[in-house]
Structure formats: C-alpha cells, structure tokens
C-alpha cells in the first residue's frame, strides 16, 4: 500500500526559512515523481512541482518557480519543500502527492499526503 | 499557466445526475488526455475519481464517469447522494512534466 506521511504543522514569522517532508513508503520510490500541491485557506488545489527521485530532476509551475525549492533524498524514501524567505502570503496546507508513471513523464498525481498546515504569521 | 475554469457551484436532488466542466486551452485539455479529477470533502485530502478523461481508478463508483470534448473535460456524476457533497478539481497535463489544475467546484446534494 503506497503510502505518503508528511511533516507536522508549522508556525513561523516572516523572513523565516522553512522546510518540510514527505517520507514515503510501500512503492519504489525513486522510480515515481512526486510533487507538491498548495492550498490556500478556503480556497483551491495549486500545482507547484513536481521531482523525479531517480535523478532529482525537478519541475515547477511558472507561478511557483523562484519561490520554493523542491527535492528529494532517495536514500531515505523523502521528498521535501523548502522556502529560504517566508511571506505571510506562503500560508496554507500543502499536500504532497505521488504521480503515477505515464510512459516517460508523470502520470496524475494517484495517492496523497494527509497534508501540512504552514502559518506564517507576526 | 491559468488555472482551468470550472463552475464555481453546482447542485442536484438525491438520484438525479449532475455534470461539472473543466475548460482549458489546447495547450493543456485540448492536446492531452490526460485529465484526471478529485474529489475533496472538507478536511481531508483530495481522492482521484476519475484518470486520463474517463478511466475509474479501483473502488471508485460507476456513478462516476468523465469524457472530454475539444478543450473542455466533464465530470458526470449519477444517482447522486448525499456522501457526493464535496468540492471537485479537474487537473490537466500541460506538457513539459507539468500540471494545472482547475478552480474548483461545490457540489451540493439539496
């Protein structure tokens, strides 16, 4: 059973730096992209980017490039998300999502994290 | 990258169908079938319903079937019932190992 288990709840000011996970189990993990999707408060499912373990080769939306940093360590089956400067714009919950394989290049994103609520407050 | 557009609400009586639509352009929608749909109730995290326009993953309901006509994917949802009351995202394949999504529509079951 693929499953994907992320890192608690964060509260943090802004300008902090922030990095949070997405260890994953149960599937091969460096032969799947897997990807992070944000969702605001009260509002709708974001696609930011997206990495394939094998290689790290990452992918991001253009709205989200420049903005976070997506990586994976495959060593030990975990995917992250990283900010250098949080803004209290950045909060949300953010979900991590492994992608299917679809010949060569990702499938639809098929099994989900529980999700990690981010607030960046003062 | 734009989101893609769906209905903001959509509603129906118990028993009764309901359709929600997913307009893209023909850089997403309309050059792949690869459109999948979620389903979110309040809380918890989003479930894929349907994958590539019309395929159901295991477990999931025959009530549910999707179909995609030139840039717009459909979610169809039959017979429907009160535990189908949640929002619903339509994703694409955009092409360069990226994906969008729509903006997300709230069914309610009256």
């Known amino acids: 059973e693929v499953q994907l288990v992320q890192s608690g709840a964060e509260v943090k000011k802004p300008g902090e730096s922030l990095k949070i996970s997405c260890k994953a189990s149960g599937y091969r993990f460096s032969t799947y992209w897997i990807g992070w999707v944000r969702q605001m408060p009260g509002k709708g499912l974001e696609w930011m980017a997206i990495?394939?373990?094998?290689?790290?080769?990452?992918r991001y939306s253009p709205s989200f490039q420049g903005q976070v940093t997506i990586s994976a360590d495959k060593s030990i089956n975990t995917a992250y998300l990283q900010w250098s400067t949080l803004k209290a714009s950045d909060t949300a919950m953010y979900y991590c999502?492994?992608?299917?394989?679809?010949?060569?290049?990702?499938?639809?994103?098929?099994?989900w994290g529980q999700g990690t609520l981010v607030t960046v407050s003062s | 990258q734009s989101a893609l557009t769906q209905p903001a609400s959509v509603s129906g009586s118990p028993g009764q169908s309901i359709t929600i639509s997913c307009t893209g352009t023909s850089s997403n929608v309309g050059s792949y079938n690869r459109v999948s749909w979620y389903q979110q109730h309040p809380g918890k995290a989003p479930k894929v319903m349907i994958y590539d326009v019309s395929k159901r993953p295991s477990g999931v309901s025959n009530r549910f079937s999707g179909s995609k006509s030139g840039n717009t994917a459909y979610l169809t949802i039959s017979g429907l019932q009160a535990e189908d009351e949640a929002d619903y995202y339509c994703c694409s394949y955009e092409g360069t190992k990226t994906f969008v999504f729509g903006g997300g529509t709230k069914l309610t079951v009256l």
């Open positions: 999502a492994r992608h299917t394989d679809y010949y060569d290049s990702p499938g639809f994103p098929d099994s």
């Open positions: 990495i394939y373990p094998g290689d790290s080769n990452p």
